[in-house]
C-alpha cells in the first residue's frame, strides 16, 4: 500500500505488472457542464458505463456529477471526453432524489502520493 484516504475514501497501492494498459491522468481539473463518463461495478454488474456533466463543484476537490453512481460504483474511474482520469466516483444520495446527486473526488487528490 502507497496510501489510504478514510474521509476520501481511496487507497493507492502499487503491482510489478509489465505491458499494462492504463487511462492516462487528466492535466486539469473538469469544469462546470463538462461530460465526464463514470465506470464502476452497481450492484456486481461489472464495467458498467453512464454519462452525464460536471453539475457543481462543492469543495475544492469534490464535484456534484450527473453521471449516475449506483451502490458498487464507489472507487470507479471518472473519465473526460478523451478518456483522461478527473476523478474517482465516490457516491450519491440514495434519499429518492431525483435530482442527480452523484458525487466523485477530483483525480488532484491522489496526484500527490503518485
Same mark, same amino acid.
Given at each position: ?7 476520501? #475514501?481511496?487507497? @493507492?497501492?502499487?503491482?510489478?505488472? *509489465? ?6 491522468? !487528466? #492535466? ?12 464502476? /461495478?452497481?450492484?456486481? &454488474? ?7 456533466? @460536471? ?22 474511474? &471518472?473519465? *473526460?471526453?478523451?478518456?483522461? %482520469? %478527473?476523478? @474517482?466516483? /465516490?457516491? /450519491?444520495?440514495? #434519499?429518492?432524489?431525483?435530482?442527480? &446527486?452523484?458525487? !466523485?473526488?477530483?483525480?488532484?487528490? @491522489?496526484?500527490?502520493?503518485?
Amino acid at each position: 500500500m502507497v496510501y489510504k484516504s478514510k474521509e476520501q #475514501d481511496f487507497i @493507492i497501492f502499487h503491482i510489478d505488472y *509489465n505491458n499494462s494498459i492504463y487511462m492516462p491522468i !487528466a #492535466d486539469t481539473k473538469p469544469k462546470i457542464g463538462e461530460k465526464v463518463y463514470a465506470i464502476g /461495478s452497481p450492484r456486481g &454488474l461489472e464495467n458498467t458505463f453512464s454519462s452525464g456533466e @460536471i453539475s457543481q463543484w462543492r469543495a475544492e476537490n469534490l464535484m456534484q456529477i450527473s453521471a449516475l453512481i449506483d451502490h458498487g460504483s464507489s472507487g470507479g474511474a &471518472l473519465i *473526460n471526453e478523451y478518456g483522461e %482520469v %478527473v476523478g @474517482i466516483t /465516490s457516491g /450519491s444520495f440514495a #434519499d429518492g432524489s431525483q435530482a442527480n &446527486l452523484n458525487y !466523485a473526488w477530483s483525480i488532484e487528490v @491522489i496526484k500527490p502520493y503518485l
